[in-house]
Structures are given as structure tokens and as C-alpha cells.
């Protein structure tokens, strides 16, 4: 169900690399081959045979990461991105894999529109993304989408994301055909008349710079209706972009009663606050749900920690320059996020001892298993899905321009640790910032 361009398998001896993989077990240096796109040994002193040998020294390995929340904006908003543009600035991301949302011009409620989109995927995606389908149709909340024609054309699952699923329902309802169906539901929680016209978390910094708030409770109070639907219907259902406390302990409350629901917390929500705003009315700082209070952070890391927040996603959302360079209260919600999201979590989090490096690595794959999908590990006989990174490179975010084609990246102008070299995703060489070594 995952669709990306056809790719030469690599054939690779990554030497000497500090190889972390929390699941299967390694933390050490080790060599990694890659042979016909596959990790075919795993061990020391491994000759280089007829393969290129990738100079790991002080490097790290990790198993390739996996988004489960990306817009591409395909089809109908490519002046945004587009799937190579997005794809290519996920496996700069040391992305193996991304799940697009399908709040797109059409939306991607029929088989016919996920159909084209797959077959465009299949000639332009880099690395293999998988899609989801909307809840309802044209994202209007009114009319459920077919789901079980929709799963048999490949959809992972089913989301509005954008909006929330504001009847509940139409929510119910959705829930009971995904029993005949299965995929996941991801939602993005949000009580359209608590947020209002909000452009910026209800709290002290809204209330000193006069902006409009969308408060916490817009989020968690849906959260606690969906919870309740789920373990009513015994359905399944994902939060998207968690971002306060309360949000964080109606999640937790719903897993102690067993229901089935996951979430993920995303890089900027687990790095920055909405003081940020005091500093600079910047555009790029906008997003839904928008950056939240200190407490709300830490409440995420918590969430991270304990395990009520399972994964990290990154929401990114390009938007063309010109759309966001206008006064705030006008911009387009959404920051890019995908070449950032590691060495934005790694300097704020894992460099000053907050989150172990292992936990983050495993949080930044834990999407795949949420969507369905296999999860990427560094074994022999499996798929090559790695990333090697170098912790101890720091660069400037947007020095170097970026490989999406938005530039709405709220990090900008950051100076983080944390370089991605190289991706290798589906066994296929999709990312390198490496020279090639004889
Ligand atoms: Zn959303
Ligand atoms: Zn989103």
C-alpha cells in the first residue's frame, strides 16, 4: 500500500558506524552491508567485496524514520510541494516513509482520486509514502467517503485532518464501517466553536499581544468525546498533533480504560512555546494547533516518556511564500517540518539529557506500526531503511536553502546539531550529503 518511483537497489558497506537500534537489540560500532537493497550482514571487519564503502566513523545508524502526518499537497496545490519536492525533503529528513493527508484540492475521498494519486507516487515519490483517505466527503463533515472501496484502492486509513470530525455521529458511523474495513482513524481534535478565530494559544502571551486564543480545552475536549466513541464502538483512533496537558491526560485516561487510541506529539509542539511570539510575529511561527505553554511541552516530553504519546510526527505543512507574507492574523496555518524534525528534537531534547537518544530514534519510527506498516529495523533480511547521521554537525536552518519547495519552516534561522548524510530507504539510496568514497 505504499507507492514511490522505481529505485536501483543499493549495494553498500557502511563501516564503522555507531549502529542504534532500539528494537532489535544494538548499540554498538558496527558494519552494516547492504546487498541487492537488503541488510544482508551485520557485523565486524566485514569486507568491502564489490560494494561502496560509506565511511561511518563517529557517525551514527539508526533504522530510517517514519512520518505518519505529512501534507504533499498533491494533488491540486503543487505550488506548495509536490510529491518529489515533499518526498525528497522527507529522505533529507532521514525519512523512510511518510503517510500524506488527504485535505487536498480535490480531497482524497474517492477511489478514482486516491488512484491517480497512487500512480503519480509511483512515478515521482522518492521514498515510498502511503496515503489516507478523508472521513467524509469534500472534508464536509456532512456525508461519510466509501471506506471499504476506498481501503480496497489502497488507503492506510482515513482522516479530516485540517478539521476535526465535528459530529459525532458521523464519527460513530465511520467507526462502525471500519470494522468491515479496518485502517486506522487519525484525528486532528479541535471544537471549531471553542477555537473561534483564534490565530495563537489562548493564554498570558495571547492575552499581551491582544490576538484572539484557541484555548486547550478546544483540543481535549474532543479528544475525550472520540476516546469515548472509540471505546464505545471498540474502534480504533489516532490523535494527531497532540499539543497541551489536558490533551496529554485524556489520552492517558482513555489507555487506562483500554481504549484503542493512539497519538503523536510533533517536533515543534515538544521544542517551542508560544513565547516565541513575543520575540517576533513571524508567520512561520503559526500553526494549528498552535505552539502552546511550557507546561503543555513538558507534559508532551512527559507523554514521550511514559508512553501515552507514541510517536513523533512531523504535520508538514508548506505553504508558498507569498501566502505567508502577509500580517499574522491572515497567514496560512503550518510549519514544513520534515528536514528538521531529528536535529530539532536531538538539540533541544537529546543533546541537554532530557530525552534519551534511543527513545527519540524509536519515537521518530513508531508512526509505522500506528499506520499499518511495517516497522523499519536494522536486521539481517530485512529491508534497508536507515539513516546515518553525524550528531555532531550543526548547520543553520534555511542556510542552504531547503529540499522542499516550501520555506516555512518555523526552526529558520536556528542553528541545530544534527546533520542527516545519508538515506537509505526501501534499499534504495534516496539522500546523500556523503562525498563517495572508492
Ligand atoms: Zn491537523
Ligand atoms: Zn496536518
Redesign the pocket.
Known amino acids: 500500500m505504499l507507492d514511490q518511483r522505481p529505485t536501483p537497489p543499493a549495494d553498500l558497506l557502511i563501516r564503522g558506524a555507531h549502529v542504534l537500534d532500539p528494537r532489535a537489540g544494538l548499540d554498538e560500532r558496527l558494519d552494516v552491508r547492504v546487498r541487492g537493497g537488503e541488510i544482508a550482514e551485520i557485523g565486524r571487519d566485514l569486507e568491502a567485496a564489490e560494494a561502496e564503502v560509506v565511511d561511518g566513523e563517529g557517525r551514527h545508524l539508526f533504522p530510517g524514520f517514519v512520518d505518519p502526518?505529512v501534507?504533499l499537497r498533491v494533488p491540486g496545490q503543487e505550488h506548495k510541494e509536490d510529491l518529489e519536492s515533499g518526498t525528497r525533503s522527507a529522505a533529507a529528513g532521514g525519512y523512510v516513509a511518510v503517510v500524506a493527508?488527504p485535505n487536498t484540492a480535490p480531497t482524497v475521498d474517492s477511489a478514482p482520486v486516491l488512484g491517480s494519486l497512487r500512480e503519480a507516487a509511483r512515478r515521482e515519490a522518492r521514498i515510498p509514502v502511503g496515503f489516507l483517505a478523508s472521513v467524509t466527503r469534500g472534508l464536509a463533515g456532512e456525508a461519510l467517503t466509501e471506506m471499504a472501496e476506498l481501503r480496497e484502492a489502497g488507503a492506510l486509513g482515513f482522516t479530516d485532518?485540517?478539521k476535526p470530525v465535528h459530529r459525532a455521529g458521523i464519527l460513530r458511523k465511520a467507526l462502525q464501517y471500519q470494522k468491515l474495513c479496518g485502517g486506522v482513524i487519525a484525528l486532528?481534535e479541535e471544537d471549531p466553536t471553542l477555537s473561534g478565530k483564534g490565530v495563537m494559544h489562548e493564554g498570558e502571551v495571547s492575552a499581551r499581544l491582544g490576538l484572539a486564543g484557541i484555548p486547550s480545552i478546544s483540543e481535549s475536549t474532543l479528544i475525550a468525546r472520540d476516546a469515548s466513541l472509540a471505546g464505545y464502538e471498540d474502534g480504533r483512533i489516532h490523535i494527531?498533533?497532540l499539543s497541551a496537558r489536558e490533551s496529554v491526560e485524556a489520552v492517558a485516561a482513555a489507555k487506562a480504560r483500554g481504549v484503542r487510541i493512539s497519538c503523536e506529539a510533533s517536533p515543534h509542539h515538544l521544542t517551542l512555546t508560544d513565547e516565541a511570539l513575543l520575540e517576533t510575529l513571524d508567520t512561520r511561527l503559526k500553526m494549528n494547533p498552535p505552539l502552546r505553554s511550557e507546561d503543555d511541552r513538558q507534559a508532551l516530553i512527559d507523554g514521550l516518556r511514559s508512553g501515552v504519546v507514541d510517536c513523533i510526527a512531523t504535520?508538514h505543512?508548506p505553504h508558498a511564500r507569498e501566502e505567508k507574507e502577509v500580517p499574522f492574523e491572515e497567514a496560512p496555518m503550518g510549519t514544513t517540518g520534515s528536514e528538521t524534525a531529528f536535529a530539532a528534537v536531538y538539540t533541544d531534547l537529546v543533546a541537554p539529557g532530557v530525552l534519551p537518544l534511543a527513545l527519540v530514534v524509536a519515537k521518530l519510527n513508531a508512526g509505522a506500526a500506528l499506520m499499518g506498516l511495517p516497522t523499519p529495523e536494522i536486521r539481517v533480511g530485512r529491508p534497508a531503511d536507515l539513516v546515518l547521521v553525524d550528531l555532531a554537525a550543526e548547520w543553520e536552518v534555511g542556510e542552504a536553502g531547503y529540499e522542499s519547495r516550501a520555506e516555512n519552516c518555523c526552526f529558520a534561522g536556528r542553528r541545530l546539531s544534527g546533520r542527516v548524510l545519508m538515506t537509505v530507504a526501501a534499499g534504495g539510496v534516496a539522500h546523500r550529503k556523503l562525498p563517495v568514497a572508492a
Request: aromatic share 0%; net charge negative.
Open positions: 502526518h501534507h493527508m485532518d485540517g486532528h494527531q498533533h504535520d505543512a
